[in-house]
Nanobody
Framework: QVQLVESGGGSVQAGGSLRVSCAAS????????MGWFRQGPPGKDREAVA?????????YYDDSVKGRFTISRDYAKNTLYLQMNSLKPEDTAMYYC???????????????????WGQGTQVTVSL
């Protein structure tokens, strides 16, 4: 059974940095679409932040985080990371790790592209 467990969230001042991690287990395929989503205040939709395909080198980012966030994966540790720099109050959200069983390309931002989800880790950015 696939399990995704996020960690590393917390509180930080605007302009600061955080790295969130996602430990994956139970994945029997070597090639997956893996991504980070976030969901802000109640009433706001869960939105895609970044993704990568483990069978390639391409990464995908939402325009709101390009140049500030970096997604990466440690294959030996089976862990996905999201390095977040120059954080802004509008980055405040619950961050979720997700994994899909196929390719991700033009569909990387769609929740339907992902089969498995973690429980989330809270990131709070204050002024």
């Amino acid at each position: 059974q696939v399990q995704l467990v996020e960690s590393g969230g917390g509180s930080v001042q605007a302009g600061g940095s955080l790295r969130v991690s996602c430990a994956a287990s139970g994945m029997t395929y070597r090639r997956h679409c893996m991504g980070w989503f976030r969901q802000g205040p109640p009433g706001k939709d869960r939105e895609a932040v970044a993704a990568l395909y483990t069978g390639g080198v391409t990464t995908y980012y939402d325009d709101s985080v390009k140049g500030r966030f970096t997604i990466s994966r440690d294959y030996a540790k089976n862990t996905l990371y999201l390095q977040m720099n120059s954080l802004k109050p509008e980055d405040t959200a619950m961050y979720y790790c997700a994994a899909g069983e196929g390719l991700c390309a033009s569909n990387w931002y769609e929740r339907a592209a992902y089969n498995y989800w973690g429980q989330g880790t809270q990131v709070t950015v204050s002024l």
